[in-house]
């Protein structure tokens, strides 16, 4: 019989930073394809409350769970109650990210460290939780599995910053920059387990994060200017890409970064020949 196929039946993801934004559009998409979903923020917890409201209205299974990314007894706590909610883990989206922008000359430390911080370090706290769990349940498994498929995903949110310098933002770029390598590596590093590691780099996509962009029709006009595809994105295009980098679709890709950027990365001040 043909018929639409849940994607994720039954598997237990968490999503970082999924009280808003693409974080909240990957949570909904992924428990709309059965997945038992984490819903994870940091500080605001109405928002969060909305998006696990979303998914339960929508006949989901889901949990919230208040962790900042940044602190390692919160991520530890985080991967815990996931477990003895749900029994496991089958894919982490490590999406939970911020700005604080400021010209390079007047930017603080504060501003320096909080953002290198949440979008750097908090990627290493949940990724390193991710696959000590993976290996362990792999381990603890009383069948052996005769699957060739991947024990456990991850997908970090990067950005088209990870490649596309940009002033004023510096903090930001070398945050993204540094996913990039951090991604390259543990891919590397943990492909022997059978866990894959991969990126979403998004370009612009309509969230609170960029709201002063979007909501300005000047500088929105501005932006068209640096998308070929001439829309901006939503957290939906990116939540798509993020389902098929976890799904099984994609078992042989390991190591890569996808741009979801309707071509920004493609220089486009050179289209009509430069
Ligand atoms: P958003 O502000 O709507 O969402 C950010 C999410 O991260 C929120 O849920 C927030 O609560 C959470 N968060 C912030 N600090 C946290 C912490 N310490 N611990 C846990 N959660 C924390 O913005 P968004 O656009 O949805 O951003 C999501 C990710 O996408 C970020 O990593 C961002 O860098 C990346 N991104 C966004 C765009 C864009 O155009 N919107 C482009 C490229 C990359």
């Known amino acids: 019989m043909i018929g639409p ?5 039954e598997q237990v993801v968490i999503v970082t930073g999924s009280s808003s934004g693409i974080g909240k559009a990957c949570a909904i ?3 709309n394809q059965g997945a038992h979903v984490v819903v994870n923020y940091a500080s605001n917890a109405e928002e969060g409350q909305k998006t696990l409201e979303e998914i339960l209205a929508n006949g989901g299974s889901a949990i919230l769970v208040k962790a900042d990314v940044s602190r390692e007894d919160d ?3 985080l991967f815990r109650e996931t477990v003895s909610t749900f029994g496991r883990l089958d894919v982490l989206v490590s999406n939970a990210g911020l700005q604080k922008d400021s010209p390079f000359m007047e930017m603080s430390l504060q501003q320096w460290q909080k953002v290198i911080d949440v979008n750097l370090t908090g990627m290493f706290l949940c990724c390193r939780a991710a696959a000590r769990q993976f290996v362990a349940q792999e381990k603890e498994a009383s069948e052996v599995s005769h699957s060739e498929l991947a024990i456990g995903k991850i997908v970090m949110m990067s950005s088209v910053h990870d490649v596309i310098p940009w002033a004023g933002h510096v903090n930001y770029a070398a945050s993204k920059g540094g996913v990039m390598m951090f991604m390259k590596s543990i891919s590397q590093e943990l492909a022997p387990h059978k866990i894959r590691v991969n990126s979403v780099s998004p370009g612009a996509i ?15 006009k501005g932006l068209l200017n640096l998308i070929p595809y001439k ?3 939503t957290p939906q295009d990116v939540a798509k890409a993020v389902g098929w980098l976890a799904s ?10 996808l741009y979801i950027d309707g071509g920004m990365t493609l220089y486009p001040e050179f289209a009509d020949n430069g």
């Open 75 to 77: 991520v530890l706590a």
């Open 206 to 220: 309509k969230t609170p994060i960029n709201q002063e962009v979007w909501s300005d029709p000047e500088k929105y």
């Open 29 to 31: 998409y992924f428990a």
């Open 231 to 233: 829309r901006i994105g």
């Open 248 to 257: 099984d679709d994609s078992d042989y890709v390991n190591g890569e970064t």
């Open 5 to 9: 196929e849940l994607k994720f039946k």
